[in-house]
């Protein structure tokens, strides 16, 4: 089975500039969620995706948004970049089965490693 | 504010050595705590605690959780090169959003 995939691995912005970064869960998992990890602040919670709409969010701006598609593939945008914003994002899947902890264990993607110049 | 705070934040033994990091946090409606380890880029799930008192074990690794205080450990014994990594602790109240410590960064010397 494969693993959570992300693209592009590497991206290089400018200031002001838009980004938007891809993942496609393990097949079979419908929760989607996205991390943004940096060394000052560790790993932060943006939000999360199931059934194409969101059900959780963190605590970022509006410029950070998210989306998934039917095939529960999701997609994050940064719109007007900031310096700030170079980081690792993550991406991570679940299955959202009964309650039984299947929701909370998330397999992470190997990231997107975005900088800002 | 849900917090999570993980120590040391960096501990370098040599290899051979036991090792036993710290994770102890504030969530409110707490439901489990997890450990992930990072070695590249992406973590990989190690055990999710919800009971106190309960071990989990997975070879030389193991965990415990502490309710009543509010912490957990992670254990790991005969620590090997390849145990070199970020160790994550992560707690949530049941919902996809986990809350993680600043990890530690675990490093084995030969």
């Known amino acids: 089975k494969a693993g959570v995939t992300q693209t592009p691995r590497y991206l290089i912005k400018t200031r002001g500039q838009q980004v938007t970064l891809s993942c496609s869960p393990i097949?079979?998992?419908?929760?989607v969620s996205w991390y943004q990890q940096t060394p000052g602040q560790g790993l932060q919670f943006l939000f999360e995706?199931?059934?194409?709409?969101?059900?959780n969010k963190g605590n970022f701006p509006g410029r950070f948004s998210g989306r998934q598609f039917s095939n529960s593939r999701s997609e994050m945008n940064v719109s007007t970049l900031e310096l700030g914003d170079s980081a690792l994002y993550l991406c991570?899947?679940?299955?959202?089965?009964?309650?039984?902890?299947?929701?909370?264990?998330?397999?992470f993607g190997s990231g997107t490693q975005l900088s800002v110049l | 504010e849900d917090k999570v705070v993980q120590s040391p934040l960096s501990l370098v033994v040599h290899e051979g050595d036991t090792v036993t990091l710290n994770c102890s946090y504030e969530?409110?409606?707490?439901?489990?705590l997890l450990w992930y380890k990072q070695e590249k880029k992406a973590p990989t799930f190690l055990f999710m605690l919800?009971?106190?008192?309960i071990e989990k074990k997975s070879g030389r690794l193991s965990s415990i959780l502490d309710k009543k205080e509010l912490f957990s450990i992670l254990n790991i014994t005969a620590t090997q090169t390849g145990d070199s990594a970020i160790y994550l602790c992560?707690?949530?109240?049941?919902?996809?959003?986990?809350?993680f410590g600043q990890g530690t960064r675990l490093t084995i010397n030969p």
């Open positions: 969530v409110t409606n707490f439901r489990s």
């Open positions: 097949s079979g998992h419908r929760s």
């Open positions: 991570a899947s679940s299955l959202d089965g009964p309650d039984d902890g299947t929701l909370e264990k998330l397999f």
């Open positions: 992560a707690v949530t109240r049941g919902a996809q959003k986990l809350v």
């Open positions: 995706y199931f059934s194409e709409t969101q059900r």
């Open positions: 919800t009971s106190s008192g």
